[in-house]
Structure formats: structure tokens, C-alpha cells
């Protein structure tokens, strides 16, 4: 199985201040064939499912503020909320859809 | 949009086996693009994926080595929808379980919370 790691466990931010969070698999998830990465960043609010943010490592889903974004390749990713709102206070996942089974990190609880 | 409903009782007796559906709007079951999972989420093991359907013509199922000796997924075309047969459970399998469309899961039922208890 592909381990995801995710760091730190939690993180408090100010209002409109950068927010960071770090996911390392335990193998590369690149496709070779279309250079794109298996990887998706997900936003759980309590008493919610997870929402889709970010796929390929870096495409925001449609209707995801442009404040959310996503970087990395192989084996070493970051979600970044460039402002953070009050809307925001959530835990994160990342999650690889590289091969069965799929896995999720550990989550990430961001606060205020 | 694609909408995800799901049903099934909120608690099962240990030994039995747990049963849960997901009927899908806005999409089709066998569209050959798609994949249709089921997951679990508990304090104790945060988000497992269970397993997989989809049709790439003809039906495929992926199943987690976690639970692969007791998990069934189908896929009903008539309703579209899918289903999770899960036997033999324990209070192990306690969980909040979702079902969700894609491989980068994009939609997401609501959830249900099974409790296994006597």
C-alpha cells in the first residue's frame, strides 16, 4: 500500500494569513504516461463529507476559491490557503488515486 | 451535478453483515469514465477506502486487502445505483461509511453512521 504522510497534525492561523500543509507518499504517484500526478486534497467541515479541492496535485475543482492551491511532484506535495478565512476551519486530507488501495493521509485540523 | 443518496440501517449485530446503498442523480452507473467507491471513516482508522465498481465494458470491482475476504460491491443498472454487502462484521466496523463518485472522489453522499452492537 501507499503510505501518506501528512504534516503538521494541526496548525492554528491567523485571519488572511497563509496556511501550508505538507503530504509525502511513501512512493511516486506520477504517471509517467501523461506526466500528471495521482494526487487530491480534500476539505472535511465537522458533521460533512470531504470536499474535493484539488486533483492532479494542482487543478482546483471547479467552484474552489482561488485562494486553495496545490503543488508538488512524485512523492512530495503542499496545499496552500493563501488567506485564510473563517470558512476555512476544517481538516484537510491528501489522498492518492495512483493505484488500490486508494489511501488518505491523516488529516491536517487547521483553526483560527 | 451528480448527487449521491444513501441508505441502509444505522445498526447491525455483530456476526451479520452490514448492507448499505447508494442511488446516484445526474449520472450513470456504467458510464465508462467513472468509478463508484465506498469508504469508512472512524476515530480509530481516520479515512479507509473499502473498494470499487466500475464499467469499462464489462464490470470490475477493486476491493482493500483490509476487507477483501468479506466485502461485496455491486452495481444495480436498472435502479443506478451501487451497493456494499459487508459480512461477518464486528464492532471493528463501527464507522461512518460513505459511498463517493470518481478516482479523485468528487462527489459525496452524505454518510451514514453504522454502529455494530448487540
Known amino acids: 500500500d501507499i503510505v501518506m504522510t501528512q504534516s503538521p497534525d494541526s496548525l492554528a492561523v491567523s485571519l488572511g494569513e497563509r496556511a501550508t500543509i505538507n503530504c509525502k507518499s511513501s512512493?511516486?504517484?506520477?504517471?509517467?504516461?501523461?506526466?500528471?500526478?495521482?494526487l487530491a486534497w480534500y476539505q472535511q467541515k465537522s458533521g460533512q463529507p470531504p470536499k474535493l479541492l484539488i486533483y492532479?496535485?494542482?487543478t482546483r475543482e471547479s467552484g474552489v476559491p482561488d485562494r486553495f492551491s496545490g503543488s508538488g511532484s512524485g512523492t512530495d506535495f503542499t496545499l496552500t490557503v493563501s488567506s485564510l478565512q473563517a470558512e476555512d476551519v476544517a481538516v484537510y486530507y491528501c489522498?492518492?488515486?495512483?493505484?488500490?488501495?486508494?489511501?488518505f493521509g491523516g488529516g491536517t485540523k487547521v483553526e483560527i | 451535478q451528480v448527487q449521491l443518496q444513501q441508505s441502509g440501517p444505522g445498526l447491525v449485530k455483530p456476526s451479520q453483515t452490514l448492507s448499505l446503498t447508494c442511488a446516484i442523480s445526474?449520472?450513470?452507473?456504467?458510464?465508462?469514465?467513472?468509478?463508484w467507491n465506498w469508504i469508512r471513516q472512524s476515530p480509530s482508522r481516520g479515512l479507509e477506502w473499502l473498494g470499487r465498481?466500475?464499467?469499462?465494458?464489462?464490470?470490475?470491482?477493486d476491493y482493500a486487502p483490509s476487507v477483501r475476504s468479506r466485502i461485496t460491491i455491486n452495481a444495480d443498472t436498472s435502479k443506478n445505483q451501487f451497493s456494499l454487502q459487508l459480512n461477518s462484521v464486528t464492532p471493528e466496523d463501527t464507522a461512518v461509511y460513505y459511498c463517493?463518485?470518481?478516482?479523485?472522489?468528487?462527489?459525496w453522499g452524505q454518510g451514514t453512521l453504522v454502529t455494530v452492537s448487540s
Open positions: 463517493a463518485g470518481g478516482s479523485a472522489l468528487n462527489c
Open positions: 445526474g449520472d450513470s452507473v456504467s458510464r465508462s469514465s467513472d468509478a
Open positions: 465498481t466500475y464499467y469499462r465494458s464489462r464490470w470490475y470491482n
Open positions: 512512493q511516486s504517484v506520477l504517471y509517467s504516461s501523461n506526466n500528471k500526478n495521482s
Open positions: 492532479s496535485a494542482s
Open positions: 489522498q492518492q488515486y495512483y493505484d488500490t488501495p486508494l489511501t
